[in-house]
């Protein structure tokens, strides 16, 4: 059974970082695409990041509103998938989820991912 479990979350000062980590069992996630997604109080969950494996390396893509703040990557060895995040801002603030696929890319729409993580809370403070 394929597990995500997020970490890494917690209350953080505008203009502070912090790393978010999602760790994947139960599967091999080596070539197939993760990514980020978060909900903020009140509105629905919205794309963050995607890393897939195309022509012979890892792409990344974010929401165009976080390019340059954001970065994700991953471990494959540890299975792992991160997320760091830089000069927060309070409107960072929403429960971050990681996301994946068993085989095959992913997209920035919920519906191309498989599974899903519980989740890490996020609380950007002005």
């Known amino acids: 059974q394929v597990r995500l479990e997020e970490s890494g979350g917690g209350l953080v000062q505008a203009g502070g970082s912090l790393r978010l980590s999602c760790a994947a069992s139960g599967g091999t996630f080596s070539r197939t695409g993760m990514g980020w997604f978060r909900q903020a109080p009140g509105k629905e969950r919205e794309f963050v990041a995607r890393?897939?494996?195309?022509?012979?390396?890892?792409?990344?893509y974010y929401a165009d509103s976080l390019k340059g703040r954001f970065t994700i990557s991953r471990d494959n060895a540890k299975n792992t998938l991160f997320l760091q995040m830089n000069s927060l801002k309070p409107e960072d603030t929403a429960v971050y989820y990681c996301?994946?696929?068993?085989?095959?890319?992913?997209?920035?729409?919920?519906?191309?991912?498989?599974?899903w993580g519980q989740g890490t809370q996020v609380t950007v403070s002005s």
């Open positions: 996301a994946g696929k068993r085989v095959g890319s992913v997209g920035s729409k919920e519906a191309d991912y498989e599974y």
């Open positions: 890393i897939v494996w195309s022509t012979w390396r890892w792409n990344t």
